[in-house]
């Protein structure tokens, strides 16, 4: 009977780092990388053998710079790799010689346990086991266990057992359940804090079932069990449905098949961008994942600067850059397709507006619909001033190249750095732009080049012409548009930024 773990999904906040602990550290296989089935717009990452084989899978859901989780009770809390017992030693070294801290080697279950952690925190323990020694260095073999915190330890394992588990023991608080090749511990966590989503977090394992038959069988069971919507989900690469055990923590029931080859050759899994047969692919969804490069290729290092970034590197760079501004409530990537598509050869560098209302991101605070508040206003400018010098010189931007790009909030936030700090910006194209300083400077705007767009529906249309009069009043050089449009971004804005940008570059 097939039993055991399928894969254990994780949450992780930096792609970069995630591939070069999984893949450089460990040295897993990626075996496919997709966009994500609930939500196209995140990456998520499988880790495994080369084979992509059930029972060795770990993958990552990427929230690029998202808000990290909080383990608690009602989740996974560690993941448990087998290497061989006698390799142990080895990788403490290659631990050590990594300048990764490392806990052990001690003894649970009568096994040597290394413990320590991803980039992420999230605990990774290497268990010396009875696994096939291939020779040195050599990657996890498989999945050894996973540790679940449980505010009700009893219910969680009489959940888990019909899946093909049996008690194995207890040891330190822990009740063990073992299968024909894994283990799942259950932890008393009873009267600890619940478990919160979020980077750093596990968000579920999933357990191996055989076939699409044996998983209908346990559909059938579970709603007989009142275990709540269950639902089947075809995942291409398995069928599967989730379920919440008593103790809140989410379990997968995963098939074996069809497998990570059946859209990849398979001595070539992962080396392409997969996009689940639900979601269309205009080309512009790799625009909004983040980038990564597997150990050893070249990359570009992400510099620790005043506002979270992404940058991302076009096949054929022409030395242009796009710096992107979003609206209230974007993200770094919102505008990356629209700029894509206005200077196809750029590099684009998408940045985060570090205020937040209601939750949702800014570039400043405002007081009501239409006023502002003036010290944040300047305090970000000056935050803004010091990312650009710093980027400029990490990344090896030419200022006279970058074309600052900014929509409604990040339109009306570039607008503001021009006249708090002239001569930084010298190209711009701004989006339902208004001027948002009470006090509008008069600096000499010589040599900058601006392209507004005003939306001939837009409710905050009747304010752009405050800012497009300063502009022209203080020297810059204004291309002042209106396009029949709202508040949102039409073709129209497209054909005209298109326009002024082969203006602008090839002039």
Partial sequence: MTSGIHHVTAITRDVQANVDFWMGFLGLSLVKQTAGFEDAEQLHLFYG?????????????????????????????EIALAVPRARIGDWLTR???????????????????????????????LVGADAPDTGWPAAPARLRAVTIWSAVPEQTAAFLIPFGYRHGGTEGGLTRLVSDTDAVDIRDASGFVPGISGTGVIDHVALRLPDLAALQDHHQSLARRNAGDVTVHDRTYFASLYVREPGDTLIELATD????????????????????????????????????ARPGEERTVMRDLPFVHRLRQPDEPDGQTMLLLHGTGG????????????????????????????????????TSMTSFDQDDIRAEAGAFAAFWQGAVAAY???????????????????????????????????MRPMAVLEDLPAPDMTGLSVLTLTGARDPYGPHAPRLNDWLARQGADLDARVVQAGHDLTADDLAAAIDWMKEKTNG
């Fill in 396 to 430: 090896g931007l030419d200022p006279a190249r970058i074309t600052v790009m900014g929509y409604s909030n990040g339109a009306n936030f570039a607008a503001a750095v021009m006249g708090l700090h002239p001569g930084l910006i010298r190209r711009a194209i701004l």
């Fill in 257 to 292: 098949g069809p497998g990570m080859a059946i859209d990849e050759p398979a001595d070539a899994l992962g080396r392409v961008l997969m996009f689940p047969p639900h979601v269309a692919e205009t080309g512009d969804l790799p625009l909004l994942l983040p980038q990564f």
């Fill in 331 to 366: 993200n770094e990537a919102d505008l990356m397709p629209l700029a894509h598509r206005i200077a196809p050869h750029a590099t684009l560098l998408g940045l985060r507006g570090r205020s937040t209302e209601e939750g949702v991101a800014r570039f400043f605070r405002r």
């Fill in 49 to 77: 053998d080369p084979q992509g084989s059930p029972g060795s899978l770990v993958s990552f859901l990427v929230w690029q710079d998202g808000a990290p989780g909080r383990v608690g009770h009602g989740r996974v809390a």
């Fill in 95 to 125: 631990a050590m010689q990594r300048g990764l801290r490392v806990e052990g080697p001690v003894r649970e279950w009568a096994e040597p346990v290394l413990r320590l952690k991803d980039p992420d925190g999230i605990i990774v323990k």
